[in-house]
């Protein structure tokens, strides 16, 4: 055998087999994953659209005039140079009114993240550690939400909350988090029974220290698979109450109250439900590709099922 | 007469972030109406040899060879269709575990069945004796019981014997075992192996027995293939297996324990033994 | 709209998997039956537990909402005893469940009628229309799922994945209205909302409430064929959803069945490879495909509300639209628990129907 003298590129140290370090492990992990990402087009083009997303939100008033500026001489034009998309019932530029509901729409999908996710990781952690009488009484909690449909539970609670967007999002969390406990207390019954999580017991670690440091960290990758795969369903379900009136209340430019609005005008004004259609359905699609994409790369069971 | 096998610089390779893997590294060897063992641990290759003949290493796997012939058939350039005709009619495999190789939700009368129906036409009637013929030359009483059975109702030892009777049904020409009774209770592989043994006798076929177990494969073949890394490093007659030269089988040799033993310890496998 | 209950699978798979273990019949059934039927009874009392919460204690106060903001003081603690509501909330949730148990729902502010006598009215119309679609779903699903299994990373599984994917990204109230616009207005492929044209509107009886049905039994077919013009759009698109979801489960059962050591054996005997697929790989896939199509079933009373209040379909979705915009409390717990309700029965059946079909668990 001969000695390899030339010098390790960045390259090798990545994707070396044995990681000196947990940095090393934990770098060439991220960078082979995101090797497997961009080699699948799919995943790609989800990335970008989410990206797109952020990009537009941020420089909206750069790009787009005021979104609730009326124009009523001009009202109901067709797509034309000035007007992109065309204008909508009070004259109003249907493009900015897109434009500005990716601020919406981000505010939405990053709330409900924020409020179910952890909610239900912590949940199910828990259940899944503990075990016994705690787990029983949270997982039948859980399961008697998961057994409700979604959508008609969210409406239910806006309804007794009363219409408004922050409403919606309260209401779409409180249906989202049973799916997140689910997952995490299944994780954390295969993790529990590891060694290594005897040996931190053994050194006196406190059940805290234990979900906190040794558990929790290793459900977060197939949390944001979840994550991002059901962002979807949340953009849905927020446009879908917002097109029944419970959600954002106008002249907010939210996509699904907007196609409420050009509801009436579908046969002969086509543009006024059509645009922002389309941008919920690029939006969640993109969402949809990407989570796609990163349970293909991530979650090792479906990975070994080629 | 041509040989009935015939191998030659075969390789198996499968794609990874850092290039192709070869997992067989150019192998060749002949067959006639022999029994051929071939042994080395996990991962030299072995079982892929078996399938890499059959042709059914699943993509992204590539298969490549100078010279890949069964029986004057050249296999390399055989369609998907003629492969068909070939395999279980003329080549057949059993594999390790019946636990995962039995369809779980058929019977195991339907499975058998199966494998003579996909070759040939003949009554319900005359295809029910077939099976209950078969059954019985694996030495399962009871055959049209056991013929109702689902695979989860049966014991180890008797679904490697399912195995074998599906696997010998069509009458084949050569039969690949792969690690045949590594999944089985150590009490009855004599059994299946002297099963296996008579019957492939019997019939006049060639036989591959795939198999970590040196002993073994040398009790149950005329001749030896040793493999590492997907090269061959020894190939001997079984008879001769004590004379071996390479370092590789001497240590594999050296590290089975013996029932006379006097050693206090036995070796550990030297992997830097090149 | 939001047809995901994988996670909801993930969980039936794995008790099934540790049922399938314990392997000893007699006492086992029995015990899993009243299991089964324990975890129904506790999860029905979940389910009137959330509708309750939602009704009583929330800050819509009923009481105000039916004497009025402005009246008196004596006036508003008369009606609040009269409602039962100055009870103490176990008693209170008692008495619910026992109006419930009674088939007692209370009286929509909107109709003026019993939500019990509503409800029973518009049910059959949503019935009709999941039950059209999920034929779809089911009819155009699983081939689609098995064809991108066995063809994975081909172009035809990443073109089965997007039109799947589109199932989870395309709001069901914007396909509904595109497609009136185009297939009705424009085109005039198919009828327009409602369930039949004005003038065939009540030419046949109720029977089932079924109005394909009804009209057969009553051998007009004039109306049969007037309510199946109607029907046709929103059953499709239900219909989409549906098989975007059952595609993308089909193919995930079918590539881990694929890989199976059982299917290489059936090629190893030499089978073509349809019934290697077919025979082999889907037939075991054919138990787990019954909980998702049940799962998808359920789903599409959920995906109604959006579909039916596009297409004015007087079905239950509808019922409960305009019962949400007029804040008919009633109204509104009664079409969630009956949704509920129809939600877990199926997802639970289905479950229970797992056990019986698959060798392996009996």
């Known amino acids: 055998m001969t000695l390899d003298l030339s010098r390790p590129t960045l390259r090798d140290w990545l994707l070396a087999d044995s990681p000196a370090s947990r940095t090393q492990a934990r770098l060439g992990r991220a960078y082979r994953a995101s090797l497997a990402l961009l080699r699948n087009p799919l995943a790609v083009l989800g990335a970008l659209i989410i990206l797109a997303l952020l990009v537009l939100a941020l420089i909206a008033p750069l790009i787009a005039t005021d979104p609730i500026a009326q124009d009523l001489p001009n009202r109901l034009q067709p797509p034309s140079g000035a007007h992109w998309m065309g204008t909508d019932e009070l004259g109003r530029d249907i493009y900015a009114r897109v434009i500005y509901g990716t601020r919406i729409t981000l505010e939405i999908v990053v709330l409900v993240a924020i409020l179910a996710a952890p909610l239900g990781l912590v949940i199910g952690a828990v259940s899944g550690y503990f075990g016994g009488w705690a787990d029983r009484v949270l997982m039948g909690l859980t399961d008697i939400f998961l057994s409700m449909p979604k959508l008609i539970l969210a409406l239910a609670f806006t309804a007794a909350l009363g219409p ?4 919606a999002i309260i209401a779409i969390a409180i249906s989202s988090w049973p799916g997140y406990a689910r997952i995490a207390r299944a994780e954390t019954l295969t993790i529990r029974r590891a060694e290594y999580v005897a040996a931190v017991e053994l050194q006196g670690a406190s059940a805290l220290r234990v979900i906190w440091g040794h558990i929790l960290p290793l459900l977060t990758s197939s949390l944001i698979i979840r994550v991002t795969l059901d962002m979807a369903g949340i953009i849905l379900t927020a446009a879908g109450l917002g097109f029944i009136g419970l959600g954002a209340q106008p002249p907010a430019p939210e996509w699904g109250a907007m196609i409420s609005r050009g509801r009436s005008f579908i046969l002969d004004q086509w543009w006024v439900a059509t645009m922002p259609g389309f941008a919920i359905v690029i939006v969640s699609l993109g969402f949809c590709f990407l989570g796609d994409g990163l349970r293909d790369v991530l979650d090792p069971r479906s990975a070994e099922r080629r | 007469m041509t040989p009935l096998l015939e191998v030659e610089n075969l390789r198996v390779s499968f794609p990874t972030p850092r290039g192709p893997v070869e997992v067989v590294r150019g192998i060749s060897f002949t067959l006639g109406r022999e029994r051929l063992g071939i042994v080395g641990e996990s991962g030299s290759g072995k079982s892929m ?4 003949i059959l042709r059914l290493v699943r993509p992204p796997g590539r298969v490549a060879a100078d010279r890949l012939s069964f029986d004057g058939l050249d296999l390399r350039s055989q369609s998907e269709g003629e492969m068909r005709r070939l395999r279980g009619a003329r080549i057949s495999m059993i ?3 019946p636990k995962y190789s039995l369809n779980p939700v058929m019977t195991v009368g339907e499975q058998i069945a199966e494998a003579v129906r996909a070759h040939a036409r ?17 030495r399962i009483e009871a055959p049209d019981r056991v013929a109702k059975l689902y695979p989860h109702e049966v014991s180890g030892g008797m679904g490697q014997r399912i195995m074998i009777a599906m696997m010998l ?15 089985l209770d150590v009490s009855v592989r004599a059994q299946v192996l002297d099963l296996i043994d008579d019957l492939i006798k019997r019939r006049g076929m060639g036989l591959i027995l795939i198999s970590h177990d040196l002993d073994l494969v040398a009790r149950y073949c005329d001749r030896i293939l040793v493999m590492k890394e997907g090269e061959i490093v020894e190939s001997c007659p079984a008879q001769n297996l004590g004379a071996a030269t390479h370092p590789y089988t001497r240590a594999l040799l050296a590290a089975a324990p013996r029932l006379d033993e006097t050693r206090a310890e036995l070796p550990v496998l030297d992997r830097s033994a090149a | 709209m939001a047809f995901e209950p994988e996670t909801a699978i993930v969980a039936t798979l794995d008790e099934v998997a540790s049922a399938r273990r314990q392997r000893v019949p007699g006492l086992r059934i029995l015990f899993g039956v009243g299991l089964f039927l324990l975890t129904l009874a506790l999860t029905f009392i979940g389910l009137l537990a959330i509708t309750f919460f939602i009704g009583r204690v929330v800050p819509i106060d009923p009481v105000v909402a039916a004497v009025g903001d402005r009246a008196s003081k004596a006036v508003y603690e008369a009606a609040k005893a009269a409602m039962g509501l100055d009870r103490p909330l176990p008693v209170q949730f008692a008495a619910y469940v026992g109006d419930v148990l009674r088939g007692n729902f209370g009286v929509s502010v909107s109709t003026g009628r019993p939500v019990a006598e509503d409800l029973a009215r518009v049910f059959p119309a949503t019935l009709e229309m999941a039950t059209l679609g999920i034929l779809i779903g089911v009819a155009l699903g699983v081939p689609m799922g098995v064809t991108a299994a066995t063809r994975q990373g081909g172009p035809v599984d990443q073109v089965i994945r997007v039109v799947g994917l589109l199932g989870y990204s395309v709001p069901a109230f914007w396909l509904g209205l595109v497609g009136l616009a185009l297939f009705y207005a424009r085109w005039k492929l198919v009828a327009g909302p409602g369930r039949v044209d004005i003038a065939y509107d009540g030419l046949v009886g109720q029977h089932t409430g079924l109005i394909l049905v009804d009209s057969l039994i009553e051998g007009n077919t004039d109306v049969f064929f007037n309510a199946l013009r109607h029907l046709t759009l929103p059953a499709a698109i239900l219909g989409f959803y549906s098989l975007a979801y059952i595609a993308r489960m089909t193919r995930s059962f079918m590539l881990e069945q694929l890989a199976q050591e059982y299917v290489t054996t059936a090629r190893v005997k030499g089978l073509p490879e349809r019934l290697v697929v077919w025979r082999h790989a889907f037939r075991p896939i054919l138990v787990p495909l019954i909980t998702v199509i049940g799962l998808s079933y359920a789903g599409l009373l959920e995906g109604s509300v959006m579909i039916e209040t596009i297409f004015s379909w007087p079905g239950i979705g509808n019922y409960l639209t305009v019962a949400l915009l007029n804040a008919d409390m009633n109204a509104v717990l009664g079409a969630t628990l009956v949704i509920g309700a129809v939600f877990v029965l199926i997802n639970k059946g289905s479950d229970a ?4 079909v698959d060798p392996r668990a009996r």
């Open chain 1, 164 to 167: 408004g967007i922050e409403h």
């Open chain 2, 49 to 52: 040899t078996g399938r890499a």
């Open chain 2, 95 to 97: 594999m390790q575990d």
């Open chain 2, 122 to 138: 003949m009554s319900r009637r005359a295809l029910r004796q077939r099976v209950r013929d078969m059954l019985e030359a694996v």
């Open chain 2, 169 to 183: 049904i069509p009458e084949p020409d050569l039969l690949i075992a792969d690690e045949p009774t590594s999944a």
């Open chain 3, 353 to 356: 129907l797992y056990r019986l």
